[in-house]
């Protein structure tokens, strides 16, 4: 199970490093197009905003917390003998799949909803906003599962990771 989490969040983790280049080209080419031809690639402001930088950011969640890199405060914790350093671990993983599943859930909803509105951003043009929603529940299902991988892997190390 692990490795099907692992090899599932960096396969997500790819395809946010994906859109992580299309966005340095076409922002690369909109600043090449005011500069050489004095025009501008329409639209791009909204695609960066809406697209490209909601989906780098939740689509790499469960990436990086597999590998252990999120913010941790641990200074206190780290004095604690093993067994009460596991215990936490274990409550905070547990609190964890809680927090990401109500995530995931609301997220999913407001998903659904917002493709059954066509939900489009304010714009000059037609601009459909409801794709980039469904990031948010991908990226909080790829952390939900790291999570779970991780409190797996601890119970049965008996350490806190």
């Given at each position: 199970?692990?490795?099907?989490?692992?090899?599932?969040?960096?396969?997500?983790?790819a395809?946010?490093?994906?859109?992580?280049?299309?966005m340095m080209?076409?922002?690369?080419t909109?600043?090449?197009?005011?500069?050489?031809?004095?025009?501008?690639?329409?639209?791009t402001?909204?695609i960066?905003?809406y697209?490209?930088?909601?989906v780098?950011?939740?689509?790499?969640l469960?990436?990086?917390?597999?590998?252990?890199?999120?913010?941790?405060?641990?200074l206190?914790?780290?004095?604690?003998p093993q067994?009460?350093?596991?215990?936490?671990?274990?409550?905070?993983?547990?609190?964890g799949?809680i927090?990401f599943?109500?995530?995931?859930w609301?997220s999913?909803q407001?998903?659904i909803?917002a493709t059954r509105?066509?939900e489009e951003?304010?714009?000059?043009?037609?601009?459909y906003?409801?794709?980039?929603?469904?990031a948010?529940p991908l990226?909080?299902?790829?952390?939900?599962l790291?999570?779970?991988s991780?409190?797996?892997?601890?119970v049965?190390?008996r350490?806190a990771?």
């Open positions: 199970m692990h490795a099907l989490i692992r090899w599932t969040n960096r396969a997500v983790m395809l946010a490093c994906a859109f992580m280049l299309l080209a076409h922002i690369t909109d600043v090449a197009v005011r500069f050489f031809f004095d025009g501008r690639l329409i639209g402001l909204e960066v905003s697209y490209y930088m909601v780098i950011v939740f689509l790499s469960g990436y990086v917390e597999l590998r252990g890199e999120h913010i941790r405060v641990d206190f914790a780290k004095m604690l067994a009460v350093q596991l215990g936490l671990h274990v409550l905070a993983c547990a609190l799949l927090f599943g109500m995530l995931f609301q999913a407001d998903a909803g509105r066509a951003a304010m714009s000059n043009f037609t601009f906003i409801w794709p980039a929603r469904w948010l990226g909080f299902a790829g952390i939900w790291a999570v779970l991780n409190l797996l892997k601890s049965a190390l350490r990771l």
